[in-house]
């Protein structure tokens, strides 16, 4: 049985970010994908993430701040295009937390923007219509992230290098150094679980701390096509509703998501269809702030997020062995840093040291229920009450 330096469980954006680091390494690697690469079931496929240096927090930006010419590298070395910077937009009253501290951090870590009251912003972007007292932040360092692409681009990258690709291969078990699969039993040096929604059941003993849930990616056309471009109209995210989105792209339609609004769900057993609720609370979000338009869902689709208690990411070792690595830059906000998470996944294998391998990211931490910041979020008001 050949052994390997390291088997990564998981195709999808840290995994492949993983694999891929490992095999420019030089470092022999099997990737396991239960599914194919990429697929619906799990928490990477699409058109559009978000990319941001717009955090509440200095070391979530300044992590943005590395993965960007993290990107920029792979697209060079793959000749795709992966990552478009057209700006975005960071909503909210004045005073509200999450608000104040992400123009705090974004002054603290040197990313450029502008602070525009409502007026200044509806004049920008005439396509919104906000309240008097909110204000933006208007970041030019925002755009999107393309998943599918991003991830075949990553895994196709690691084969390149050298490594395996394993897809339909499901973990039946695993030790320290031995993985059993419906395909057959591997062995390595080390393993990384980057399993996304499936680490609680690869992992028993992180059940009871992490919650998966069934979250929404809503397509709506407006009439006004062109109105919605990347040109036009930047990413957004409100920070009273958590609502998010994004300009025409992959679809005729702009993109709108509920952040963390899904009920928790089985990833095995999960649905793919998005809930009425989640569809009507988009629209309603939708009509209330950009009203000149007549919102048509066209699309909708499922995805997973697999949250930690602190929704911070977990990169640390398993408690009972220091050979298998869990990864999971989870809770929502991870694919932006997919470009880099495989580095720092990369170095902590080696044993190396890395400005990115935060105490946050322990599973003590990580674990831990803190403060939610810009990610607990609130029941949109009814219209005319914000």
Request: proline share 6%; charged share 15%; glycine share 6%.
């Amino acid at each position: 049985m050949q052994t390997y330096d390291v088997i990564v469980i998981g195709a999808g954006a840290a995994g492949s970010s993983t694999a891929l680091a490992m095999a420019k390494r030089g470092k022999s690697v099997l990737l396991l994908e239960q599914f194919s690469v990429p697929h619906e079931r799990g928490s990477s496929l699409g058109h559009s993430r978000i990319f941001r240096f717009a955090y509440d927090d200095t070391e979530y930006a300044k992590l943005a701040i590395q993965a960007l010419p993290a990107w920029r590298a792979i697209e060079a070395e793959s000749g795709q295009s992966l990552l478009h910077l057209f700006g975005g937009l960071d909503f909210g009253s004045v005073g509200n937390s999450s608000f104040e501290r992400t123009a705090a951090t974004m002054t603290a870590v040197g990313a450029k923007f502008e602070r525009l009251d409502a007026a200044a912003t509806m004049q920008k972007f005439p396509q919104w219509r906000i309240p008097a007292h909110w204000q933006s932040l208007y970041s030019p360092d925002a755009g999107i992230v393309m998943p599918s692409r991003a991830v075949e681009v990553m895994v196709a990258l690691a084969c390149k290098y050298g490594a395996t690709l394993l897809e339909h291969c499901v973990v039946q078990n695993l030790s320290s150094n031995t993985v059993q699969t419906n395909l057959g039993s591997f062995q390595a040096n080390q393993i990384v679980i980057a399993a996304g929604a499936w680490l609680p059941k690869l992992v028993p003993m992180l059940q009871a701390q992490l919650t998966v849930t069934l979250e929404g990616s809503l397509y709506f056309a407006p009439k006004n096509l062109a109105a919605f471009t990347p040109d036009q109209f930047p990413i957004f995210i409100d920070h009273h509703s958590l609502a998010y989105g994004f300009p025409v792209q992959g679809l005729p339609a702009v993109k709108i998501g509920l952040h963390q609004s899904g009920d928790t769900v089985d990833p095995d057993t999960r649905g793919l269809v998005v809930p009425e609720r989640m569809i009507r609370e988009a629209q309603t979000w939708l009509e209330t702030y950009l009203p000149t338009e007549e919102w048509r869902l066209i699309q909708s689709r499922t995805c997973l997020y697999t949250n930690t208690p602190s929704h911070d990411f977990i990169l640390d070792w398993h408690p009972e062995n220091n050979t298998i690595l869990l990864l999971s830059p989870c809770s929502g906000h991870g694919f932006k840093f997919a470009s880099y998470i495989g580095e720092i996944a990369a170095d902590k294998l080696l044993r190396q040291p890395n400005p990115f391998d935060l105490e946050r990211f322990r599973l003590p931490n990580a674990l831990h229920k803190g403060e939610a910041k810009l990610l607990s979020r609130a029941i949109l008001a009814p219209t005319g009450s914000v």
